[in-house]
């Protein structure tokens, strides 16, 4: 029997169907919500004292002090140093190309810099765009650590020109992975903490007797770290509210099922509630992985947590043509989007929402977690209806610019004082004809 979801367009019941895969349940919302309000509320009230208590209690950490809890830049250029070549290798290569993606992103939104021009009245009316000044990143670090997340973040932040870049990542039982040092090191990140959880996000969001406060929180997590940036959300800005992983794959006969079948472990691996989809008009190819995942499951490392997740997420669709399969995909608007299709540029056009997409099949959805240049901070659970992958523009403010001429004033006063009259507010009205008075 297979251990996926087998679904077609055919059915009458497909709509309903494809609701409930998309469906997370979220029975202890309001119990993870009243717990994170406690802990934000503790480190408000307490700072670095509630920080170490709650590492302690959460991580079971042995410091006594938030001191204890920073790693120094010598102890980051120690870990770059005994790394092994090739993951040093393969960490500088892939940062080069990050940031080499985010430098041509920063030069195609005009590089970024100020912009004005003058009207012929001779009012000079632009905008200026600043970097950010300190940043805070949020690394996951629970079951597994990830490099690759310090580099997907902390890059976009420095091609911004951001002056200062403060990261926290969990350390359970006190493990500290050098790899994720040896990145932090390599994309210079200025200050680095060893907390995680809400605490570390209410650290950040209202600094405490060590621990800097930010203008900014960035980086996926957990439940509890999503809630608690929903919850300090208006007091520090946000990258998003992150949600599981998810994958949709849309395939034809072209493509290797083996292929297929390790895109998709290799999305469902990350935990239990991510998400991999393939869709396609070929009956045959999705009954070929269907009995190549009952046949690759075993042995797998992460073989219990694929097999949750393609169980209970997981899914394999069925359409009668490629409007069925662009119009699921366009619903689903998946953080992921794998085209392995021989017409993968015709069907593109057909796409409106995803955070990434990874066109033709040498294009494997992995390749954009480590190595290929866009960050992998990316919308999830739909959100790529309205939201982006994290880049350099999420790391910068624009301020409008407005510099009236004694002549443009007159027009631009009177103007605003007669909207200003209507809408009932008499200083703004005054306010603006002063300057029509002369």
């Given at each position: ?7 077609t367009?055919?059915?009458?019941q ?48 042995t ?20 790394i ?13 190309r ?119 929180i ?60 393939l ?80 066109i ?73 004809a ?5």
């Amino acid at each position: 029997m297979s251990a996926i979801k087998q679904l077609t367009t055919l059915d009458p019941q497909f709509a309903a169907a494809l609701d409930g895969l998309l469906a997370i349940q979220a029975d202890n919302h309001q119990q993870v919500y009243t717990t994170v309000q406690d802990i934000i509320a503790d480190v408000r009230a307490r700072g670095d004292a509630a920080v170490v208590e709650l590492s302690v209690k959460f991580d079971r950490l042995t410091a006594t002090s938030v001191a204890e809890l920073e790693i120094s830049q010598a102890r980051m250029a120690l870990a770059y140093e005994r790394i092994e070549p090739l993951v040093r290798a393969a960490l500088e290569a892939s940062i080069a190309r990050v940031r080499r993606y985010h430098e041509e992103q920063k030069a195609a939104f005009g590089g970024q810099r100020d912009w004005s021009y003058e009207d012929d009245e001779g009012n000079l009316l632009g905008q200026r765009v600043q970097a950010m000044q300190r940043v805070g990143i949020y690394v996951p670090g629970g079951k597994a650590a990830y490099p690759s997340s310090v580099i997907m973040t902390t890059i976009p932040a420095k091609v911004a020109e951001v002056e200062e870049v403060i990261l926290v990542v969990p350390t359970p039982d006190g493990h500290i992975n050098d790899v994720l040092l040896a990145a932090a090191y390599l994309c210079g990140v200025d200050r680095l903490f060893t907390i995680g959880g809400a605490q570390a996000v209410a650290a950040l969001a209202y600094g405490t007797q060590t621990i800097p406060r930010v203008d900014k929180i960035v980086g996926p997590g957990n439940i509890y770290v999503a809630t608690a940036k929903e919850i300090v959300f208006g007091d520090v800005g946000i990258d998003m509210i992150a949600g599981p992983s998810e994958v949709v794959i849309v395939a034809d006969a072209g493509i290797d099922p083996e292929w297929l079948v390790m895109d998709m472990f290799a999305q469902a691996e990350h935990d239990e509630l991510a998400q991999a989809v393939l869709i396609s008009t070929d009956a045959n190819l999705l009954q070929q992985v269907a009995g190549l995942i009952n046949d690759r499951l075993p042995g797998m490392q992460r073989e219990a947590i694929i097999r949750q997740s393609i169980g209970d997420r997981g899914a394999l669709i069925l359409t009668r043509d490629d409007a069925e399969s662009a119009a699921i995909v366009n619903k689903i608007a998946p953080e992921h989007l794998e085209l392995a299709l021989t017409n993968a540029d015709e069907f593109l056009a057909r796409v409106k929402h995803a955070g990434a997409v990874f066109i033709g099949n040498h294009s494997a959805e992995v390749v954009g977690d480590y190595s290929a240049g866009p960050s992998h901070v990316l919308p999830t659970s739909g959100t790529a209806r309205f939201a982006s992958a994290l880049g350099v523009y999420d790391f910068q403010v624009r301020s409008s610019v407005i510099r009236c001429s004694s002549r443009g004033a007159v027009s631009l006063s009177r103007d605003a004082a007669i909207l200003a009259t209507e809408e009932g507010l008499e200083a703004h009205s005054r306010s603006a004809a002063f300057r029509v008075q002369g």
